[in-house]
């Protein structure tokens, strides 16, 4: 990774700006006033290619090469063949060729990496698509997801919905190795179900729980190594054969540390410390004797390896205290530039900067050595294009390795790295985690000032880089920093930025309420155009039809609210109109005249086993302006929408019929029949007999679409029937906008008009008298 050119202090903080798709979303990131969603044009929407095959990467997954320390025979752990592990490795090779999926559970320590890379080599040709690597740190499921698209199609700057990323990893056929999973539970059968053409091998934290009932996955334990493979390991890793007492000591670290392999690695890291001791005192025995010769000194033996073996037995192996936690140990035996590394990662909680940012931020010129020293001595691994240090050295070296001000200048460092246009995505991506690590550790150093401007330069370009968790943890990091500081304007901006994520992420709910914030923080700091920016996002909300809800819709009577809403969601299923708009119109109508005529028996045997049970909340923003099928929200007692059922059945609500003395009955039948005398569509017509009787029948006045004629009306006498669009209980709201002069108080039946406005937009209020109420 090449380090920006440029003098560091004497650039501005830039932040860096681009455009990405999110579905059906183009995003623009690193605007002024905040980034920006809107609706992506169909002609400018990714065509993803299919990558054919993939091939495993050499070395630890996700790693940056192979380790290259200052070891006497001049390999490191993870150039040394793997001991004692074919069994393991053919077991999984026969279940990944069966199509299982497998998840790797063990001790920390116990080389589920080593063996994770092992497979991954040996695998490459047991799928179509070959082995695809994946680095689980600090990774959600979503961004496991999309590093697994992107590993296996062409399409730079695009992060599909999850229905997207189903269709298009639903052909994928290889093998998925993912190293260090932290979703666990639902997330991760979630992760195997995206992609079902694909078998997986996992390997999770020892503190992952059991695997639910039904789990495609299953457990492989790793076990430690034999005590042969024990002995063999440490001898290689120290250089040199072990003597009596050295076998002895490291049969007894093999029986307390159940073979874990971890362990001898830094044993073999403290047996090169001790030979360092011993080299000294060879040196220093030569020494004495070039200068005062051998005057009576009793007699040496002439071969220089008796002599060294000799004084080797005078330093003392370590115990066994101290070898269960080396870490202290191993720290001090450490090279001046490693432990400047060192007391820099603990104070990153355990992650380390890549090599190019070490001379800038601790003055050490040889990074790629210190860190090689590190990995080594077994205290660093290498992890997702970066260092680490290993399970439990961070616990124990944060007491004795205090931070000592390390870390005071790395925000101001990274603000400036994140924005240069030398810097590329895929290296922001690989510092993920160092970015939040400095965000981390300003915190908890008390410079909030440090962690909104650090967070603020960062964000937008972990936002293009897709590392998508890593932006919502920067985000949420910011936001908290900007409240110390007391700054509207910073916390604005993160208030919007949250905003536009959860409109990326299809969370409308969270998105409302961020961008509310944001425009209320930004109008009372005055900022216009940061206003304008937050009110466009809401109204891409409210363009989508569901979080918000449309123009106030007419009033139901006090204390008649909930029941007409349950009416409405049970009208029967069948009922069609000739598009989504027209059919939420006439199912509303009918649904309320149905109360305010038959009354409560009609309600109840109209219920059928096809009610809608309401619309979903979280609506998808890639079905904007797609209206057709969505459920007509109904004002609730609360104020909150209610949801009006959106299949009913053709017919429309029934009549009700007179006697022949003409006072009305009304009907206690829910039948829905094609008569003319109870029609929805848009014939209006009201029986003035009774039903049955053939009686002529008077057309009504009919309201047309726009852009339709209006048919010629025949001129008569007070005719029955009138409006029941918003009637409840004695009177109601036409949508159609006038009071309507066919309401009559003494008609015996009314049927529903379709009026040429929604019930969204009303053109202006009126009211009806519903008859068949006394």
């Not at 440090?450 to 293009?464: D, G, M, Q, S, T």
């Not at 309401?743 to 969204?760: F, G, L």
């Amino acid at each position: 990774m090449a380090q920006p050119s440029g003098e560091f202090r004497q650039e501005a903080v830039r932040t860096r700006g681009g455009e990405l798709v999110s579905g059906a979303l183009l995003v623009g990131v690193g605007a002024p006033d905040g980034s920006e969603a809107r609706p992506c044009p169909e002609e400018w929407r990714p065509r993803p290619r299919r990558i054919e095959r993939s091939e495993p990467a050499r070395g630890p997954v996700g790693g940056v090469g192979r380790a290259v320390g200052p070891l006497a025979l001049g390999a490191g752990p993870t150039d040394l063949p793997l001991l004692d592990r074919e069994a393991d490795i053919a077991e999984l090779l026969g279940l990944l060729a069966e199509g299982r999926s497998i998840r790797l559970v063990g001790q920390a320590g116990s080389g589920r990496s080593t063996l994770l890379s092992a497979v991954a080599e040996a695998a490459a040709d047991l799928t179509p698509g070959g082995v695809v690597q994946l680095c689980g740190h600090r990774r959600t499921a979503a961004d496991l997801l999309q590093d697994l698209f992107a590993a296996t199609h062409h399409a730079p700057g695009y992060r599909p919905d999850p229905g997207q990323l189903a269709a298009h990893l639903a052909d994928v056929r290889a093998v998925v190795v993912v190293d260090g999973a932290e979703p666990v539970g639902p997330e991760l059968e979630e992760l195997l179900a995206t992609a079902p053409g694909c078998a997986f091998l996992i390997s999770v934290a020892p503190a992952a729980p059991q695997l639910p009932a039904g789990s495609r996955l299953r457990d492989h334990l790793v076990p430690g190594l034999s005590r042969a493979a024990c002995l063999a390991l440490t001898g290689r890793l120290a250089g040199r054969p072990l003597d009596v007492a050295e076998k002895a000591w490291a049969v007894d670290l093999w029986f307390e540390s159940e073979g874990l392999p971890l362990r001898f690695v830094q044993a073999a890291a403290l047996l090169r410390q001790r030979d360092v001791s011993v080299d000294a005192l060879v040196a220093a025995e030569e020494d004495r004797l070039d200068v005062f010769g051998a005057v009576e000194e009793p007699v040496h033996d002439p071969d220089p390896a008796i002599r060294e073996n000799a004084l080797r037995r005078t330093v003392p192996l370590p115990s066994v205290a101290e070898t269960a936690s080396p870490a202290v140990r191993l720290a001090e035996g450490l090279g001046e530039s490693a432990q400047a590394v060192l007391r820099l990662a603990v104070a990153l909680g355990g992650e380390c900067p890549t090599a190019p940012h070490l001379p800038a931020l601790i003055d050490v010129g040889q990074g790629e050595s210190a860190l090689a020293e590190l990995a080594d001595a077994g205290l660093a691994v290498s992890v997702g294009g970066h260092h680490r240090l290993t399970a439990g050295a961070l616990e124990l070296l944060a007491p004795h390795w205090p931070a000592r001000g390390c870390a005071d200048g790395a925000a101001q460092h990274f603000a400036w790295w994140v924005g240069h246009s030398s810097v590329s995505l895929a290296q922001v991506a690989a510092e993920a985690e160092v970015l939040i690590g400095v965000l981390l550790a300003d915190r908890t150093a008390g410079r909030p000032e440090a962690v909104v401007r650090l967070a603020r330069a960062a964000a937008p370009a972990l936002a293009l880089a897709l590392r998508w968790g890593a932006w919502e943890r920067a985000l949420q990091l910011g936001l908290e920093a900007a409240r110390r500081t007391g700054s509207a304007v910073d916390q604005a901006w993160f208030h919007h930025e949250a905003g536009v994520h959860a409109i990326c992420l299809r969370q409308p709910s969270r998105a409302i309420a961020e961008l509310e914030s944001a425009l209320t923080l930004r109008a009372t700091a005055g900022e216009q155009r940061g206003v304008a920016a937050a009110g466009r996002m809401i109204d891409l909300l409210r363009a989508d039809g569901r979080q918000l809800p449309p123009a106030a819709p007419a009033a139901s009577a006090p204390g008649r609210g909930p029941v007409i809403r349950k009416i409405a969601a049970r009208v029967p299923a069948g009922l069609k109109a000739r598009n989504g708009r027209r059919r939420r119109v006439v199912v509303a109508s009918a649904a309320l005249l149905t109360f305010g005529v038959l009354g409560a028996a009609v309600a109840m045997t109209m219920t059928g086993p096809d009610e809608h049970k309401g619309n979903d909340p979280h609506g998808r923003l890639d079905e904007v302006g797609d209206t057709g099928n969505a459920p007509m929200p109904l004002p609730s007692a609360d104020g909150s929408p209610g949801t009006a059922g959106t299949d009913a059945t053709d017919g429309a609500a029934p009549s009700a019929p007179t006697g022949t003395s003409g006072s009305p009955e009304p009907s206690a039948s829910g039948s829905a029949s094609r008569s003319p005398s109870a029609s929805p569509s848009r014939r209006s017509s009201a029986s003035p007999g009774a039903t049955g009787t053939g009686a002529p029948q008077e057309p009504q006045p009919q309201q047309s679409e726009p852009g339709q004629s209006q048919p010629p009306t025949q001129p008569s006498g007070p005719k029955p029937g009138g409006s029941g669009g918003g009637g409840t209980g004695g009177g109601g709201t036409q949508p159609g906008g006038g009071t309507s002069p066919s309401a009559s108080p003494t008609s015996p039946s009314a049927s529903p008009t379709v009026p040429s406005t929604p019930p969204s937009s009303p053109s202006g209020p009126s009211t009806a008298t519903t008859p068949g109420k006394s």
